[in-house]
């Protein structure tokens, strides 16, 4: 089990061991685990005295963010970016939070990259409360993600400008991708926001003013960005069907092409297969200008069937 801890006392925050910070009073104190294994739950169980509930909610494998009362405190899961690499259906790692009177625990399995900017907030004593800690995870999380989002959209707006240019096969797994990211960014922004808007009314004394403004900022950040993302999802919904209909057209093209072709050749297949037979009473057979008089009837034939199609448009698809 590996993990930090800090404790603030008029401003200052100062490192301390995990034994040490839950015995030590301050104006906030913070702990931190990078693991779920057993020995965390035992630690929470056992030095930290937290319940069966909190516990299991702070180590939990699968985890949606999401704000729930705990009697005085409340257990906040949030997801942001991660260094670690991730599956495509869950690409944002969980950090589970429990906040009670003026302490913090929270808890992660992957690497969250929001972690180090608001742990050098609290080096520096920016962060006095626990308030502002959990306000500091929001905003740093919601900071991160905007680009991603705003990425996925740029990324986006290129292959719309690539399929109108006719460079349409090599897209589809573009946009796919971009579907797919912008799916699992869509997933847990959602219940997110609520999360967040549900932390930002819960009553206590731990979440001043201030704390709750910039609560709701991040909620409604989270918001605009998850508005984003259906749209995101819903344009390359679009786009994807505007590349099946261009690669349907052009394989009807294609075929309509190889159809036009059969159909010009197949009389002149016949006419040279008919006179090609091996067999006595073929006409002018003998004759010097034969050869040269058959190759102006497929000439002719081939030129009025060619004709026919122009006339009908065929060529223009």
């Not at 797919?180 to 979440?207: H, M, V």
């Not at 009837?297 to 009908?312: E, K, Q």
Request: glycine share 8%; charged share 25%; with cysteine.
């Amino acid at each position: 089990m590996s993990g930090f801890a800090y404790v603030v006392k008029d401003g200052k925050a100062e490192a301390r061991s995990l034994k040490q910070a839950v015995h030590d009073a301050g104006d906030l104190t913070w702990v931190h685990l990078t693991t779920n294994d057993e020995r965390a739950k035992l630690w929470l169980g056992g030095e930290a005295k937290l319940s069966a509930y909190v516990i299991e909610a702070l180590t939990a494998v699968e985890t949606r963010p999401r704000c729930d009362a705990v009697g005085t405190g409340a257990v906040i899961n949030l997801r942001g970016l991660s260094s670690d690499p991730l599956e495509a259906s869950d690409p944002l790692a969980s950090i589970r939070i429990y906040a009670v009177g003026k302490c913090v625990f929270s808890v992660t399995r992957k690497q969250l990259t929001a972690l180090p900017p608001v742990r050098e907030l609290v080096e520096g004593g920016q962060i006095l409360d626990p308030g502002d800690l959990i306000a500091a995870f929001a905003q740093e999380i919601t900071e991160e993600l905007d680009p991603m989002v705003a990425t996925l959209g740029d990324t986006l707006d290129d292959c719309e400008e690539q399929i109108a240019e006719h460079k349409a096969f090599a897209l589809r797994r573009r946009v796919n991708q971009t579907r797919s990211q912008a799916i699992g960014y869509r997933r847990f922004l959602n219940p997110q926001r609520a999360a967040l808007e549900k932390l930002a009314a819960l009553p206590g004394d731990w979440l001043r003013d201030d704390d709750r403004l910039h609560l709701s900022a991040a909620a409604d950040r989270a918001a605009r960005m998850a508005e984003e993302l259906e749209s995101i999802r819903e344009r390359a919904a679009l786009t994807h069907e505007t590349l099946t209909d261009l690669r349907a057209e052009q394989i009807d093209q294609r075929s309509l092409m190889i159809a036009i072709v059969a159909m010009v050749f197949l009389p002149l297949t016949f006419l040279t297969g008919l006179l090609g037979m091996n067999v006595d009473g073929i006409p002018y057979a003998h004759e010097p200008w034969a050869f040269w008089g058959v190759v102006g009837v497929s000439v002719a034939l081939s030129g009025g069937i060619s004709a026919y199609f122009i006339r009908r448009h065929w060529f223009d698809g």
